[in-house]
């Protein structure tokens, strides 16, 4: 089944990330916490790619792993940067060959210590091309990458809209956004890329974040393009010594975004692990979700 047709009126359905462990003992680790989130029945879990296809070898393993032990769809990730026309088809292949029928198309980090970077010959600059090249060249389905608040490297929101368009109209069919904090803004980006002609799903995604010291790694991340609400800053800053009171203020903050969403209609929920079921798990507890379709 392709992901568009996941995203029903009346089917909200929820999703998780995960990326691939450095070392088998980290993979076993993560398959472990993944059976802890079976129960919930993910419709689909992605599977990040690292950057210039760096964790290529393991983002498959991965896959695999998920597809027969966990018994659950996964959706690969694939980054343009650092990859040519070659490489791409030998990727969406492999996929193909798995049985699988989606793909989440992005452009990739640029290098680290690199400035004015410029691909070499026949490789592609941006998500567009190759959301249009796997289009082409595939029978793929494509979600691509969504930012409420803007990519760190867009100036202005609407300059990044019309990236997002530029990806829409090549060919993807859903949107699955960055991580935010505020719902507002998700909404408001909802109704920008709405007014652009943007008429495919755009599902938000939402990182519980349990910590002060998870909360500044992705602020760094992000490079500041995340706004975090006053009062979570300020209760992660007061309990940054007291690990369990700082979790569950972080969990309690999620599950009252996710509310929030749930009321609003939205379609689903893909909800950043960063491989561990603990706090994603909580969340799902406290939420009224229904039975889940699953892709393929």
Do not use: W
Request: charged share 30%.
């Amino acid at each position: 089944m392709k992901l568009g047709s996941l995203y029903q009126k009346g089917k909200l359905i929820y999703s998780y990330e995960v990326f691939p462990p450095k070392t088998d003992e980290g993979v076993d680790k993560l398959i472990n916490e993944l059976k802890k989130l079976e129960k919930f029945k993910p419709s689909f879990i992605s599977v990040t790619y690292g950057a210039g296809g760096s964790t290529q070898g393991r983002s498959i393993k991965l896959i695999k792993l998920i597809k027969d032990k966990i018994k659950s769809t996964p959706v690969p990730h694939f980054t343009c940067i650092g990859s040519d026309k070659e490489s791409i088809l030998s990727f969406t292949k492999v996929i193909e060959d798995l049985g699988l029928h989606n793909i989440l198309a992005l452009r990739g980090d640029i290098p680290k210590d690199t400035t004015n970077y410029h691909p070499k010959n026949n490789v592609f600059h941006y998500a567009d091309e190759l959301v249009a090249f796997i289009k082409e060249k595939t029978s793929l389905h494509i979600a691509v990458a969504g930012y409420p608040e803007k990519h760190p490297e867009a100036n202005t929101l609407e300059e990044d809209l019309e990236h997002l368009k530029q990806k829409v109209d090549a060919g993807a069919e859903v949107v699955i956004t960055q991580l935010f904090y505020e719902n507002k803004r998700y909404f408001e980006f909802i109704e920008k890329a709405k007014k652009i002609g943007i008429k495919i799903p755009i599902i938000p995604g939402i990182l519980p974040t349990t910590s002060k010291k998870q909360l500044d790694k992705i602020l760094e991340l992000c490079k500041g393009t995340v706004h975090v609400p006053k009062e979570l800053q300020e209760s992660f800053d007061k309990y940054k010594d007291q690990p369990e009171k700082a979790k569950n203020i972080g969990i309690d903050f999620a599950v009252k975004q996710v509310k929030e969403l749930i009321k609003a209609n939205v379609l689903g929920i893909h909800f950043y692990t960063l491989n561990q079921a603990e706090a994603v798990g909580k969340v799902i507890e406290a939420l009224p979700l229904p039975p889940n379709k699953k892709s393929s």
